[in-house]
């Protein structure tokens, strides 16, 4: 009987002594990647600057401060419980230093001149984000090996995106939806039988007194790209196919850019309502910024929303067919 208490007891000093152990690696390897992963951020003080003038340049450009945060989080979601572990290879080490390489050494890196995309179409060989990722693929690499790599490569993906659209598309895009916009907004009008004044981009209501603008930030150009990324993270927390989460990203872009187009002709309602109500101009901007937050609101609900009901939806379908079969 003592004999075997005295195996019972050995056996719970083993296991406490096994978890310790584990415990102390975890924590020792927690400590190494934040330390790696801030000697980074040191390494890559002026990249970071210019990306933050770059996100402070417009409503577009502000997305991309929202992708490495988002890169590091869902990348931990990925990796926890085990993905990360002893099993590191050095050749993450190796994709470390090529990162840091560049951009101690070569930045600004060299531009490809690309004349067909106009005076923007200046693209870097190295971009900011390709640089980032290398630095994180190879942290990954370094302290969880390539199968880590594998489970984290979509959420690493998402550095790519700290210039979210590219500039030249921007620029090649902006104005001609802006005359689409404005285009709609007349149009709309006309059926209403409101007369509209102003030249192509500028509408002008109630004899003069009234009108509205189609910006470069009228144009729907950052809800849609927000809209785009947004139901990217969703697709893939819903673990859908690529083809799948491409199809619907591209679909909830185009939802965006149709609820901008609503906005506006909404916008024309309320100067129809200010020429009868004419206290209701002064609060013209105000109705915007609240019609266009009710839209973008309950889009990005319904949006969000359809993948789970469609999966919910398939699952009570699902034993209904195979009763029937």
Known sequence: MEQSWGVSARDDV???????????EQFWLVVGIVGVTLAGLRCFTREFGDLWMYWHSSGVASLGM????????LTWR??????????????????????LALAVFEYPTSRLDISFLGPLGLIPLAPIG???????????VLFGGWQALRKA????AMLLLVVPVPPFIVSHFDLPLQYFDAHVARS??????????????????????????????????????????????ASYLYGLRPFARAFYSLMSVLVAFALNLVRLCSLVLFYCAAHVIPSLGGYAVGADYIIGAILFASGAAIVLM??????AARMLVAPMLTHEA
Do not use: E, K
Not at 14 to 24: D, H, Y
Not at 153 to 156: A, G, R
Not at 306 to 311: E, G, W
């Open 188 to 233: 709309f009008a006309i059926f209403l039988g409101v007369p509209v004044g102003g030249d192509s981009l500028r509408l002008l209501f109630d004899h003069n007194r009234l009108g509205m603008l189609i910006a470069p930030g009228c144009d729907g150009f950052s809800g849609a790209a927000a809209m785009g990324y947004a139901t990217l993270v």
């Open 306 to 311: 359809a993948p789970r009901r469609l999966m």
């Open 66 to 73: 929202l992708a490495v945060p988002c890169g590091v989080i």
């Open 14 to 24: 083993s296991a406490w002594a096994l978890t310790l152990r584990r415990s102390a």
């Open 153 to 156: 490569f979509f959420p690493l």
């Open 78 to 99: 990925a990796l926890r419980g085990g993905s990360i572990d002893s099993s590191g290879s050095w050749l993450g080490l190796a994709m470390i230093v090529g990162a």
């Open 130 to 140: 390709l640089m980032i990722w290398a630095y994180g693929s190879g942290i990954v």
